[in-house]
Nanobody, 125 residues
Framework: QVQLVESGGGLVQAGGSLRLSCAAS????????MGWFRQAPGKEREYVAV????????YYSESVKGRFTISRDNAKNTVYLQMDSLKPEDTAVYYC??????????????????WGQGTQVTVSS
């Protein structure tokens, strides 16, 4: 069992930065691939970034590539999402998730077993 708690969301102007954190409980955190997803009002939840259990494999959606950076600290049971050059279209609730996706299915929410409660990110223009 893994419990995930996100933090770091808030209101920021376009062009600004935020750093999200996701703290995990449990001793098996280091075994899981960790993902960040987001959901805007009226839209489906979408994949943002994924990092492998040993940080060897990292994936980004095209919409955030070059602006967001995912990282993890297995000693602290925490995964991060550094978000730079934020745009109004990045406004959403951001969720972290733990699972064992294959490279072909990293964007699929059904591949993730555990989810946090989400943190709101609002980017003003």
């Amino acid at each position: 069992q893994v419990q995930l708690v996100e933090s770091g969301g808030g209101l920021v102007q376009a062009g600004g930065s935020l750093r999200l954190s996701c703290a995990a409980s449990g001793r098996t955190f280091s075994r899981y691939d960790m993902g960040w997803f987001r959901q805007a009002p009226g839209k489906e939840r979408e994949y943002v970034a994924v990092i492998g259990a040993r940080s060897g494999n990292i994936y980004y959606s095209e919409s955030v590539k070059g602006r967001f950076t995912i990282s993890r600290d297995n000693a602290k049971n925490t995964v991060y999402l550094q978000m730079d050059s934020l745009k109004p279209e990045d406004t959403a609730v951001y969720y972290c998730a733990a699972g064992y996706p294959s490279p072909a299915t990293i964007a699929q929410t059904y591949e993730y077993d555990y989810w946090g409660q989400g943190t709101q990110v609002t980017v003003s223009s």
